[in-house]
């Protein structure tokens, strides 16, 4: 269990590291003129990435959740592939990287770098994002956060998230396809 806790704290560190960078990212896009959108869901999404991280080491704590190798080390595998997966994605977006949706008047779309040039797969970061929303609770057996993270994670973006981005291109690239 410490281990695992150990990697849940890690990936905690992870993500503060890629709000310093997205901070970083957003003034710059502000700097040039970047207009922010879905400002009303950001919140949410901070509440449940925040929170998913916290019921991971809950659930395996006070559930008392087993290590079970055959399952727990190939989701282990599959979290560390997300963690390359999801820098992958940040590099290819360089300074357009954020978590939030900021939207440079012409900077157009990021369609031939890294996973983007994917035209099957317009947002490679949320897949990653699903699939580690599984992978990183059961390395451990937390069935109920892996179940309840895809669940909110699904509605937060398929009905907020990946609509306020495209439509946001949309409005400010519409050269650029989404």
């Given at each position: 269990m410490i281990a695992y806790l150990a990697f849940i704290l890690f990936t905690g560190a992870e993500r503060i590291y890629e709000l310093v960078v997205s901070k970083r990212n957003a003034s710059a896009a502000f700097a040039r003129g970047g207009v922010e959108y879905g400002q009303s869901?950001?919140?949410?999404?901070?509440?449940?990435?925040?929170?998913?991280?916290?019921?991971?080491?809950?659930?395996?704590?006070?559930?008392?959740?087993?290590?079970?190798?055959?399952?727990?080390?190939p989701m282990f595998a599959i979290a560390l592939l997300c963690q390359v997966g999801r820098y992958w994605c940040i590099a290819a977006l360089g300074a357009q990287w954020n978590t939030r949706v900021i939207v440079v008047p012409g900077a157009g779309a990021v369609k031939a770098k890294g996973p983007y040039r994917f035209d099957w797969l317009p947002h490679p970061n949320y897949l990653i994002v699903a699939v580690e929303g599984i992978a990183l609770p059961l390395v451990h057996t937390a069935w109920i956060t892996a179940i309840a993270f895809t669940v909110l994670n699904a509605i937060l973006l398929l009905r907020f998230r990946i609509p306020t981005e495209n439509e946001a291109l949309r409005k400010l690239a519409p050269s650029s396809p989404v």
């Amino acid at each position: 269990m410490i281990a695992y806790l150990a990697f849940i704290l890690f990936t905690g560190a992870e993500r503060i590291y890629e709000l310093v960078v997205s901070k970083r990212n957003a003034s710059a896009a502000f700097a040039r003129g970047g207009v922010e959108y879905g400002q009303s869901h950001f919140p949410w999404m901070v509440a449940l990435h925040t929170g998913f991280l916290l019921a991971c080491i809950a659930e395996v704590f006070l559930l008392d959740r087993p290590f079970i190798p055959w399952l727990g080390w190939p989701m282990f595998a599959i979290a560390l592939l997300c963690q390359v997966g999801r820098y992958w994605c940040i590099a290819a977006l360089g300074a357009q990287w954020n978590t939030r949706v900021i939207v440079v008047p012409g900077a157009g779309a990021v369609k031939a770098k890294g996973p983007y040039r994917f035209d099957w797969l317009p947002h490679p970061n949320y897949l990653i994002v699903a699939v580690e929303g599984i992978a990183l609770p059961l390395v451990h057996t937390a069935w109920i956060t892996a179940i309840a993270f895809t669940v909110l994670n699904a509605i937060l973006l398929l009905r907020f998230r990946i609509p306020t981005e495209n439509e946001a291109l949309r409005k400010l690239a519409p050269s650029s396809p989404v």
